[in-house]
């Protein structure tokens, strides 16, 4: 019992080092090539008014980095300059192709560029000239998104070992980091809606990522309110067990299916970190794991604990 | 073993069609439930003027009243079971537990589509008249309501078995069914709306959100059938 | 292994556990019942007399040890021992909106019985229910559905009969009725009863069983039971005058 709980300490203590040194690691050494990559996917298909969704996601992606200097990558060729401007085409709709225009200031003058429908276009993004502080929460949103589908799936893993055993230690294990879904799922939607805030200018979009999560979090919430509203203790055991696997399958069903949403969430491209950007956030990403585990520990230690004075007092009433 | 299951089937499906054509509990509560969405609706939209057409909205109001009017009824359907003891006594017949399962699937299925099939035309006679319906596709619609009710009585199912033995039965069950339904209303409001809309590319989203439901149906009523022995005999 | 229904013991309970977490709703039960016995389970409230019936009529599965009924386990041969037992609990286990008719066809049908109709006819005419075969069962009064419920377990024969406090809420009338009615099937037929009228439960019983705190207090067959210590060691269980 003692060495479990000197054990989870010593990873708290790890995982808060080694996330302060990330967050340190943000500022002084992340910071200074800032370069990121930001694409567009090609449009997703909607039956209704798809130019006006369009519209909304040129503007989304390259409107919101008015003044950065960009790289305009499209079939005509590569622009490289300082965004002046991003423009919904005047009459774009109605059959044509254009729906943006993009105005950059290369070194040879003022270009325009129409951002077409069809086109797959890539704004890199590089040198912002200004930090670019939204992107600070990179490094956490993204591990602590991260773990909580790692925990999400070790509580249904023990869902599905406690049905197969009927132990009750399963379930504890189960419900114990499903408690940690819930901690990371609310610190992942708060870290979000900030940087949502910052980079596209509203605290919520229904768009697939954001959607996806929203469900996710409802799951774990409907969790603990069947598991409160369930009398029977092996009852409710089972309830959850039978939910939690139920809500393990059908987050990532929820996930991919709202690919039928047209989606402007940012998307990690392979080789698209750079080392300093990468490093710092393996080191977040590690430091966050050994929080996670330290919590779960400390959270199985204390549900120990009490399972030895319920024994006890059994023993007492005879 | 097989025809004896087959007759375990026949028989729970037929007892519980001749207790609800006696007692109308499900049928005339969810009607009335959706009769009484349409009114909500028609003052959601009252102030949304003439130049609105609701037809961009049907598959989506379509949707609403279908998963709220199943909510009720699936809540329905398992409290007589447990009324007086009377699943005990079904598990304690030599019955397999799937069984059990497919014959309240399909019972709670029938009602569904009741239901859904007496909506679909008083909510056209309401809202859609006057906004021809050019694109033809109209009559896809059943289509996509059976396959999205197939799911929804499926996962309901299992999910009011559970609700059926916890406090506050209504809230719970529509807490665990909507976000766990949601990618099957996705795929269905999509392919109602291609089907109500048309549009160019209105056949492919059609069967690319009827693809999404099915598999939703195939995924979800496999994973209730193997959770369901558990669940029926806590 | 299975010598299935050619023993001699009806009950045969082994260190039969249930416990989920610390708490243990059996603990180590063992008895042995001989066929055509009556057997009858007195203990206080959480006990474990309700668990002790769900697990032998495989509605439970035990955590540990075993339990077999008519030679077969509770846990494999669970399908096949549901064609061979019953149960007659305090709740009629009927549906309210079937008629009487109706309601036990339905469990025929359940129960695979060979030509339905005529052994729902012989069970209604024997718990003198046949004039008011069609009415819904939501009509009867508390006798009427406890008659109904006795003629839903005799339906397939069942060769051992589990008894949950299927006096309860009886008047007079109907407990003659129910007395009856178990004397007439009580030669041929194993039982276990729960009770917590004690003069009825002795009245009735071959063998006695007094669980505490999921625990066997006493087992003994009725010729060896002195009364006056029998109703000492049962008072001791429930304790604090409560009885």
Redesign the interface.
């Known amino acids: 019992m003692k060495s479990a709980n000197t054990r989870a300490m010593v990873a708290l203590v790890i995982g808060a080092v080694l996330t302060l040194a990330a967050f340190i690691g943000t500022f002084f050494w992340a910071a200074v090539p800032d370069y990121g990559t930001v694409s567009q996917p090609k449009y997703s ?4 008014h798809p130019e006006a969704i369009d519209e909304r996601l040129a503007h989304d992606y390259i409107g919101n980095r008015v003044g950065y200097e960009v790289e305009v990558v499209t079939d005509e060729g590569t622009v490289t300059g300082t965004l002046v401007a991003a423009e919904p085409k005047e009459g774009s709709g109605d059959g044509a192709d254009a729906v943006m225009l993009a105005t950059v200031a290369t070194a040879s003058g003022e270009q325009t560029i129409e951002v077409t429908k069809d086109d797959e276009v890539t704004a890199q993004i590089y040198n912002y000239g200004k930090p670019d502080w939204g992107q600070k929460i990179f490094y956490f949103h993204v591990p602590i998104a991260e773990i909580s589908f790692i925990v999400f799936a070790v509580a249904a893993y023990f869902s599905v070992r406690f ?1 197969m055993t ?1 132990k ?1 230690e399963y379930d504890t294990k189960s419900r114990i980091a499903m408690e940690l879904t819930m901690t990371f799922v609310a610190l992942t939607m708060a870290t979000g809606i900030l940087w949502t805030k910052a980079a596209w200018g509203v605290w919520w979009q229904w768009e697939p990522r954001l959607t996806t999560y929203f ?1 996710m979090t ?2 774990v ?2 969790y603990f ?2 598991r409160n ?7 409710r ?3 959850a ?3 939690s ?3 393990f ?2 987050a990532p ?2 996930f991919f ?2 690919r ?2 047209p989606s402007t969430h940012p998307v990690i491209e392979s080789g698209g970190l750079q080392p300093p950007m990468l490093i710092t956030f393996i080191i977040a990403q590690i430091g966050m794991l050994f929080v996670g585990y330290a919590i779960y520990r400390l959270r199985m230690g204390e549900m120990e604990l009490r ?1 030895r004075i ?2 006890a007092k ?1 023993e007492l009433e ?1 | 073993m097989a025809s004896a299951s087959g007759r375990q089937f026949r028989a729970i499906l037929r007892k519980d069609i001749v207790m609800e054509l006696r007692t109308k509990e499900m049928l005339m509560s969810m009607g009335l439930y959706a009769l009484l969405t349409m009114v909500v609706y028609f003052v959601a939209l009252s102030q949304a003027g003439s130049e609105f057409d609701p037809r ?1 909205i049907a598959a989506g109001l379509l949707w609403l009243a279908f998963i709220f009017t199943s909510l009720l009824g699936l809540n329905r359907s398992l409290v007589h079971e447990k009324d007086q003891g009377c699943l005990e006594a079904l598990l304690l017949s030599p019955v397999d537990r799937p069984v059990i399962f497919f014959a309240k699937v399909v019972g709670n299925l029938t009602f569904l589509l009741i239901v859904e099939a007496l909506t679909i035309p008083v909510f056209a006679f309401l809202f859609l008249q006057g906004h021809a319906l050019e694109s033809g596709a109209f009559s896809l619609v059943p289509l996509v309501m059976v396959a999205g009710s197939i799911g929804i009585s499926g ?1 309901g199912t ?1 999910l009011a078995t ?1 609700s059926v ?4 039965k209504d ?2 069950l529509a ?2 069914f ?3 339904v ?2 099957l209303l ?2 269905a409001v ?1 392919a109602t ?2 089907a109500i ?3 160019p ?2 056949m ?2 059609f069967w ?2 009827m693809a ?1 439901v099915a ?2 149906d195939v ?2 009523l496999l ?2 059938y193997g ?1 369901y022995e ?2 029926v005999g ?1 | 292994m299975k010598e299935t229904g050619h023993t001699d013991t009806a009950l045969e309970v082994r260190d039969l556990t249930r416990a ?4 243990k709703a059996l603990d180590g039960v063992s008895f042995d019942l001989p066929r055509r016995a009556f057997l009858s389970v007195f203990g206080p409230n959480g006990a474990g007399k309700t668990t002790l019936i769900k697990v032998l009529t495989t509605l439970l ?1 035990p ?1 540990s040890g075993t339990a077999r009924v008519l030679g077969l386990d509770v846990v494999d041969d669970a399908v096949e021992m549901r064609q061979r037992i019953g149960l007659i609990s305090h709740n009629p286990l009927l549906y309210p909106d079937l008629t009487a008719e109706e309601n036990l066809l339905f469990f025929a049908e359940m129960y695979g019985i060979d030509r339905p109709a005529g052994r729902v006819n012989e069970l209604l005419e024997a718990v003198e229910l046949d004039h008011r075969r069609l009415d819904l069962t939501r009509t009867f009064s508390r006798g009427m559905l406890q008659r109904l419920s006795i003629a839903r377990a005799l339906l397939h024969r069942p060769e051992v009969l589990f008894l949950d406090e299927p006096y309860s809420g009886l008047d007079p009338h109907a407990m003659d009725i129910l007395d009856g009615l178990i004397a007439q099937v009580r030669n041929d037929h194993t039982f276990v009863m729960i009770s917590h009228d004690l003069d009825k439960g002795l009245e009735l019983c071959s063998h006695a069983l007094i669980l505490a ?1 999921g625990k066997v207090v006493l087992f003994e067959p009725r010729e060896a039971i002195d009364e006056g210590a029998f109703r000492a060691t049962y008072r001791s269980t429930v304790g604090m005058g409560v009885s």
Request: charged residues 15%; glycine residues 8%; aromatic residues 10%.
């Open positions: 298909f909607s039956a209704r049905i009927r009750r469900i409802l799951l919430v409907a309110v069947l509203s369930v009398e029977d203790e092996e009852r055991a089972l309830y067990a039978a939910f696997i139920l809500a399958i059908d069903i929820s299916i709202t039928l949403i399972d319920e024994r059994t005879g | 961009t996962i299992l559970m033995n916890t406090s506050g809230f719970v807490m665990l909507i976000p766990l949601y990618p996705l795929g999509t709306n291609a809309v048309g549009g590319d209105a492919m989203v690319q959100g999404w598999g939703y995924v979800m994973a209730s959770l558990f669940i806590a | 989920f977490g610390v708490r599965n955590t705190r």
